[in-house]
Structures are given as C-alpha cells and as structure tokens.
C-alpha cells in the first residue's frame, strides 16, 4: 500500500464520522483565535483530516491519489521507498501546517474565521508533481486538455486574487501557499529537481 492511499483512507474515515459528529469538526478545524489564544497548534495540521461535505473530501481525495501517487514514487525512485515514502509524507503534512498559517495571523483575533479540508495540502502536492513534468498533459473535469505548468499558473493566479477579493468561505490564500510551499520544499528535498524541470520546459522550444 502506498502512502498516499493510506492518508487518503485516514482522511475519509475522518472525515465521514466528521459529517456524523459537527462535534469532531469543531475541535480538529482550523481556528486561528484557539491556535492563538489557547495554544491550540495541533489545528494547523488536524484542520486538513475533515471535511465540510462528500464533494469536498472526494475531490481532494481524487486530486491528492491521482498526482500523490506520483510524487510518492519519484521520491521512492530517488532516495528508496522508506527514505521515499518519508519524504513525501513529510512534504504533505508540512505544507497542510504552512498554508494554514497566512490566515492564523490574518485572524487570530476573529473568532467568526475557520476553515477545514486538505486542500492546503492537495495544491503542495499538485506543485511538486508540475516540477517533476510541467508538460504533463491534464484535463479539467475529464473533458478540457491543458498541460499542467499552464494549469498550475492559472490556479495560482486565480488563488492569488480570489484570496484578496473574495468571501466565499474557501481558503484561497491556504492554496496559493501550500501550492508555492509544495514546490519549495520539493526543491529543498531534492534540488535536482531544478534541472528536471529546466530540461522539461526546454522541450517545447
């Protein structure tokens, strides 16, 4: 069994006795006034194992199984599949925290502000994947081609403005940060990753 299967089963129980108990939400999501005034630091990374509905875990499931299982093994081919495995899963779970933390000192103070679901998380992984093969050719609900360097481009433009302008209770700045921190830590992991990517993007020129 992969990593990424394994978190992806460890979400969805969460995250299906989460729809059953308002209760589990309530004490995992991310709260920045808790974190802030009640040291309650376990949020920034529990706040990614619930859910608000079936079609917000199932497209994060589906997104993180499709591109993390990927990822998982150009690390697994990289360092071997304990070292591999490892560093994927520490990729994963760090960028969960690190998305989480624009909008902890944004609303620390507000106690009207939470947020839940691995999404923060998701968007890293989609990132490390665009280092590993820019030119990968995707498709937007099964139907609209697009190659995902132009894709991920989009979704952090999008993600960028939608934080600043919109109030749609989506943590926009959650994906724009975890989507850039993914491809940072990949980078730190594995900095040959620079030249992959590099030698990739030249290949359309």
Do not use: M
């Given at each position: 069994m992969t990593v990424t299967l394994l978190i992806?089963?460890?979400?969805g129980i969460i995250s299906y006795q989460a729809f059953n108990n308002r209760t589990i939400i309530e004490r995992l999501k991310h709260y920045p006034v808790a974190e802030y005034r009640n040291k309650e630091y376990y949020r920034f990374l529990s706040s990614?194992?619930?859910?608000?509905?079936?079609?917000?875990l199932l497209i994060n499931l589906f997104v993180l199984y499709q591109f993390g299982t990927v990822v998982e093994g150009e690390f697994s081919e990289v360092?071997?599949?304990?070292?591999?495995?490892?560093?994927?899963t520490v990729t994963y779970l760090l960028?969960?925290?690190?998305a989480d933390l624009p909008t902890y000192f944004r609303h620390k103070?507000?106690?009207s502000y939470s947020a839940i679901g691995a999404s923060g998380g998701v968007?890293?992984?989609v990132f490390s994947f665009i280092l590993f093969h820019p030119w990968q050719q995707l498709s937007l609900y099964g139907i609209i081609p697009f190659k995902a360097i132009i894709g991920g481009l989009a979704y952090l433009v999008y993600s960028s403005w939608a934080s600043k302008t919109r109030n749609d209770g989506i943590d926009h700045s959650a994906h724009f940060y975890g989507a850039v921190f993914g491809m940072v830590f990949t980078v730190i992991a594995y900095p040959e990753v620079i030249q992959i990517f590099l030698s990739e993007m030249s290949q359309i020129f």
């Open positions: 992806c089963i460890v979400t990614g194992f619930v859910h608000g509905s079936w079609i917000h360092y071997g599949n304990a070292l591999g495995r490892i560093i994927f960028t969960i925290i690190v103070n507000n106690p968007s890293g992984i």
